[in-house]
């Protein structure tokens, strides 16, 4: 990486410039539009590496790592299409979305009970919630184990969900509660006053004065959720309830040798969310920043 | 304050849901020994389920025609059958004991592997209905069946038979003009001839370290005596003192140095495979049921498939165990001491043995059947029926060293033999922390 | 205002948030530390009582050590990309690059982030491959084959490979996240370090640095728990081999409770996980208290 500058006679160029060493100036323009080039190149490359593979065969990949595919072989992609990339797919999207639901809804309702409702016990039940903040999800796969099974929810997408919720909701409840604190009361006092209720001024006025900050946490939880390993891998067994990241190891395991085929794989689990992510990258970033920046 | 109790109780409740659900960790269930195995043939209905490790797209296809037929012999009944690979079957099988979800039929590795589930509790007996003196039980190879026996009792149904050979490309040993080796020392020295030669000696990848177990097998076969081995690989009994143990390893490192590519423990074995099937190496120690993926019906190239045949790994001149002994294990599957559909299983299971389907599995995937009588000129190749004739003749079986010992000792030798590769590690090094995971397997078993 | 009553009735609130922490969260760290005094498997008939047995056996497991160091090995490594690195790279991105360039080599930078971890893995097994993997190609065609390597598969390479993919996929997200730390900074502070004669590199030690303190703390924090809990790249990419040289204590703990039947054992090191993780951040949050940050 060389995005450390040396010369301390560097300035941008869109502030006020000192006069001299336009040639220090320069030297380290290059130097640093080249490591953002090899830095663009090294995200870039091994991505379009993964899908120029996927048209190959197996000589084809030894043979010439670096070309163009000789031809476009669907026929790969139809089979990791059969081998059940697609219904790893939904079944990450359906807990995904579940849990985004279900983490952030309850989470506000726990920020605004700690910040807006005066309640009891308030410090007790904040350092309840940074204690679970610090729980790693490997730590509690073997006492999971039998309580899923007694609550029979075992091998089902419900034990991801209810999982995947329970244990982000320490670092949401923490994000929204800073945002809320911010927020002025007397928007609240007012209403209050006018004789809502404290339901209604949630639903009514504060949920949608946080929109940023929920929408940061529902996108952190996305990405959370999306990659979550463990649990998915020791708790689905049925190949059909697997989610992405389980189903793509199940499935590297199985087609071996078949290298452009897991290449095939790979490229239809990422594509969607690559072009998602450049649909809507202004909004994500947007939404991911706004909240947790503050 | 009224409000403090209430809090508390709040609090209680919420705990004592918790901890109602809580109890103690790993109860098995004592078998059902007297699980009705024999059904009526008015009675076949009902879900069997089924776990394999045959996901790969070679194999897979036989099960899942096995299970569509019975399902359409029998309206009634309905098999869902999952696979799932190799490895992950490993830990697979482990989650599903542990969480008390073991399917109806499960797949087993011959040894400790199955014999810990009979420990447990969770393998039906079956000797009643596939003793050697039932007719189902005749049926088979009297070796493939002794295999899964336990304390005189069957506990698996073997499928197919299994042994482990050296492969080698007949052109490349004329052009090199090396000869088929008598014995251990003559196979290293003939690594040396092909390594001038430019080719790889022998193609070799240990990714998930079974391949170089499977060397580790035959050569404690062959340095080792027979009691001895039986003693040491019975968790109960364990101790590996004996030198052919050390000896077996020290050989397995000459092998490696002589003849392996470096980096094997980051190549699969299946890329090494390719590494033989396209010409580069002459030779490959590979199980018999992989021979299919050797011939032209099997996707090779004509200038291997036309030109390979295949030895045992030859002992050393001065081995002190079993010469005559063959590294091999049937597979085979179990059936759940627990189900509800065990007499179903058994009924499958038969089906699935039976001389047709058996016929079968030689003719579509390549497998020797366990059932006698089914491998024929018609529905098999040259070197399937030259490694039939072989494994019949063969003095005794060597069962796979990462399943036929506790899983403590076998993964100690997995890991120290993958160590003894990328030169981390020494024999004697690798034998201390066996003989550890030996004692330790002793002291849980017993 | 708010009555004694409304107050109390105001813990419905809280009421999911505790039920699902008490019972998914806390109540597995408790049994946890039960279960880590018993020697306990799949196919045990009864778990026996052993005490402190569990916690010898990591003390004196030269793996457990193994993988507590490749752990810190993350951390560090993590730190010092994730961390020094994206903060160069952030403050670089905002000072030396136009507007419009530096919205898109954000977008392109932050592209790793977005494909699920598992698919990152798998794609870098294969391009860690010694044969055909871009690696060991791209440093043979530059004439460096001494340097290649069997990047997964020899235990001098194989935990540094898997970091290194790891930094590859999260530069960028946290680079995102320092930029918009840093587009906070006055900008006055900056004219004042200028007129008071510092360059770049000056201004950037002397006004960024402390200015996104909040932010780095932040994701020193997640960088660092991150760390510990691994368990998703390595899983995927080596499983913890080869001969255990790239286990950590996420995947040491998985393979005793689901391969090696050793279910008590692996209790035992889930409880030193919990322990280091909550430490840290416990250490954290006091640091950070004195340094009045808010999280």
New interface residues.
Partial sequence: ?T????S?????????TRADGWIGRTVV?VL?GI??LA??L??????L??VF?SFKN?SE??AN??SLPGEMRWGNFERAWNAGVVRFFVNSTLVTAGSIVTTTL??A??A???VR?????SNA?TG????????????????????L???HI??SLWALL??Y???R??FT??LIR?YLIDMPREMDEAA?VDGAT?TQIFWRLVLPVCRPILVSAALLQA?FA??E??FA??FI???DRKT???G???M????????PV??AG?TM??LP??V???IG?RQF?RG??EG??K | MSTRSRITALIAVSAAGALAACGAPGTAAKTTASANLTSSAATKSGTLTIVTKFADPKYAPYFEKVAADYESANSGVKVDLQQVGDQPYKDKIRVLSASKQLPDIYFSWAGDFANKFVRAGLAADLTSVMGPDTEWGKSFSPAALKAFEYDGKSYGVPINLDAKYMAYNTAIFSKVGVAKPANLEDLIAACGKFKSAGYTPIAFGNQYGWPAIHYITQLNAMDVPQATRDADYNPATGAFTDAGYAAALDQFKQISEACFDSGSNGLSHETAQANFLAGKAAMHFLESVEFSVLTAKGGAPAELADNWDFFRLPPTASAAGDKGALTGAPDGFMVNSGSKNAALAVDFLKFMTSKANGAEMTKSIGWLSSVQGTATAENSFPQLEAALKDISSANSFAIWLDTVTNADVANAYLSGVQGILDGSQSPADVMKSVQDAAAKAKKSVS | MASRMTRIRGLIWLLPALVLLGVFVYYPIVENVRLSFYSWNAFSPKPVFVGFDNYATAASDPIFWRSLRNNIAYAVVSLVFQVGCSLCLAAVLEEFVHQRLRGILRVIYFIPAVISITVAGILFSFIYNPQFGLLNRLLGAVGLEQWQHSWLGERSTAIWSIIGMSQWQSIGYTAVLFVVAIQRIPRELYEAARVDGAGAVRQFFSVTIPMVREMTTLLIILTVAGAFLVFNEVMVMTAGGPSDSSQVLGTWLYRNAFLADDMGYASAIATVIFVLTFGFAILQIMIGRRRRVEM
């Fill in positions: 990486m995005s450390s500058t040396t301390p006679m560097a300035v941008a160029p869109n502030r006020a323009q640093i490591g953002l830095l663009v090294a995200v870039v490359y091994p991505l590496w993964m593979s197996n990949l030894f790592p670096w309850i989470s309702w726990a605004y009970g700690l409702v005066k309640v009891p016990f039940i309840i919630l940074l204690g679970g903040l610090m729980v790693a999800p490997t730590v509690a796969l073997v006492p999971l184990f039998g309580l099974q007694r609550l075992y091998d209810v999982l919720t329970a244990f909701i320490p409840t923490f800073a209050y404290r990405l999306w990659n390993f463990a891998l020791v067994s049925d190949s992405l990241p389980v793509l190891m199940d590297q395991s199985r087609l071996l040798t078949e290298w897991q290449f790979l689990a990422a969310m690559i998602l992510f450049l990258q970033l991911l920043t947790m920046g």
